[in-house]
């Protein structure tokens, strides 16, 4: 079982969102609690060195950046997926505040 942290700003992001949506990224959550590192496609993908995505599909793709440090995940940052690339800002975004909140 992989222990996971959640950075304040996606706590703000997930509070807005429905009940269905929040129901699909807490079952997301749970297969990263249950696989951690191991979680596969399509639930989970690496992005970039240290940096994977937790991917929601929902009435929105909604998708979790996080990233692993001493046998802890840490959900770094949330966003709705508009596009079919992610956007580099989110990308950096998630690597600053994992840099900041994880080391």
Known sequence: MTPYILH???RKFLKPLSL???SKVG?????LQEY???LPPPDSKKISGRI???RIRASVQIRLLYGFSGG???VVHGFVKKSNKI??????????RF???AE
């Open 99 to 101: 840099a900041e909140f």
């Open 20 to 22: 269905d949506i929040k």
């Open 52 to 54: 994977f995505e937790l």
């Open 36 to 38: 951690g590192r191991l």
């Open 8 to 10: 304040p700003e996606v």
């Open 27 to 31: 079952a997301g959550l749970f297969l």
């Open 87 to 96: 956007a580099p800002r989110e990308l950096r975004l998630a690597e600053k």
């Open 72 to 74: 802890v995940a840490f």
